[in-house]
């Protein structure tokens, strides 16, 4: 079983920057990729990006050059670094861990607001 918590979410003003944290805990070795998803007010959720369990990453090309997708040593946190954000980035953003035995887990969700 794995669970994962995200943290970082807040109010900014366009052009600033946050970054966003998943924290997974439990069987962390059955995490094949951790992914970073959004949504919007009346909108699909959207893929943001992804790091898989050798260190890749990959963002979508929405947000390519503001977004870096990272992780710490331990391999129990991924964070999301997002740079010169947009009105456009408000949403909740969500962290999912998928598995090895395919298995997708979802986190609880943080509220991103971007607004002068």
């Known amino acids: 079983q794995v669970r994962l918590v995200e943290s970082g979410g807040g109010s900014v003003q366009p052009g600033g920057s946050l970054r966003l944290s998943c924290a997974a805990s439990g069987n962390l070795g059955s995490i094949i990729a951790l992914n970073w998803y959004r949504q919007a007010p009346g909108k699909q959720r959207e893929f943001i990006g992804r790091?898989?369990?050798?260190?890749?990453?990959r963002v979508a090309n929405s947000v390519k050059g503001r977004f870096t997708i990272s992780r710490a040593n331990a391999g129990n946190t991924v964070y999301l670094q997002m740079d010169s954000l947009k009105t456009e980035d408000t949403a909740v953003y969500y962290c999912?861990?998928?598995?090895?035995?395919?298995?997708?887990?979802w986190g609880q969700g943080t509220q991103v607001t971007v607004s002068s």
């Open positions: 790091i898989i369990s050798s260190g890749n990453t």
């Open positions: 999912n861990a998928e598995g090895s035995i395919g298995y997708s887990v």
